[in-house]
């Protein structure tokens, strides 16, 4: 059966009401969309004063990579892996008050308020930045953090069976052997709408996991390669990632993830052109 999509007015009460359930004083009746059409979040304001950030989502059933994500992200990441502190998590399934929300589990996550905001208003950068030392040497250590965990064994970012399927997307690949010889703990979604600053929170966990070395890396670089400065900045801070086989060949996953989507959204292509240029390079 497919399920209906939950309408905006379902998604816009049931973020109230999470707020209403947590105690917590909406500072906005017009939380902020999220992706898929599921999602809702905006800032709150505890019952103690302190400036908070709910995030609801209503998901078909109340498991999977995506629901568990956040959560477990929480619990098994330590400081060196700065991030938004969780207050409360919730969740509920079933509920008759509206008949959409019958087919739905509803998810709650109460974060801290991001000191700081987003490097940019969407993944792909398309003006300077520059940050301070001390935040490239803060990115840098959270990432290695990742990469000291050992890979989660149910939680796939992209498998080798996706990463072979390449060449269907990127001809010039057929031949190129593709097969990844280290797999290592990564974000996933690494890019620059994603990391605030100057006071580093690296945020959306929702589908961390098991990818090829050097992946988070390439993602950031790809997604900075309309500001050639900041690509050849992440370039020489993350050279340990990005050169070698392993850099290599992560950039190339993403750079046919990217060329894929471009298929679908104006978003990735208006990046396809740079994306293409350095895979010229990488090839």
């Known amino acids: 059966m497919t ?39 905006g800032p709150v304001t505890t019952g103690e004063g302190v400036p908070a950030w709910l995030r609801i989502w209503l998901a078909p059933q109340a498991e999977g990579g995506v629901w568990e994500g956040p959560s477990l992200a929480a619990h098994l990441f330590d400081e060196r892996v700065p991030r938004p502190i969780l207050f409360v998590e919730a969740a509920w399934t079933g ?33 300077p930045i520059d940050p301070p030392r001390e935040w490239w040497d803060e990115l840098t250590e959270a990432t290695a953090a990742l990469r000291d965990l050992p890979p989660h064994p149910e939680r796939w970012i992209i498998t080798q069976d996706g ?48 990818a090829p070395a050097g992946y988070d890396a390439a993602v950031l670089h790809t997604y900075a390669l309309p500001v050639p400065e900041v690509a050849r900045r992440v370039r020489e801070e993350f050279a340990e990632s990005l050169d070698g086989r392993d850099g290599r060949l992560a950039q190339i996953v993403v750079a046919a993830e990217v060329i894929h989507s471009a298929a679908h959204d104006d978003l990735h292509a208006a990046l396809e052109p740079f994306v293409r240029d350095w895979l010229k390079r990488l090839l």
Request: glycine share 6%.
């Open 3 to 41: 399920l209906p999509t939950p309408s905006l007015l379902d998604l816009d009460t049931y973020w109230v009401r999470a707020a209403h359930y947590l105690g917590v004083r909406p500072d906005t009746m017009t939380p902020h969309p999220g992706s898929g059409g599921h999602v809702r979040s």
């Open 95 to 127: 509920d008759d008050a509206t008949p959409v929300a019958r087919e739905w589990a509803v998810q709650i996550h109460l974060y801290e308020r991001l000191p700081s905001p987003p490097l940019s208003p969407t993944p792909v950068l398309t003006d």
């Open 163 to 210: 990463i072979d399927r390449a060449p269907r997307v990127l001809p010039e690949l057929e031949g190129e052997d593709l097969t990844v010889e280290r797999w290592e703990t990564a974000h996933g979604d690494l890019h620059w709408a994603n990391l605030t600053a100057p006071s580093l929170r690296i945020i959306d966990w929702e589908g961390w996991g098991t």
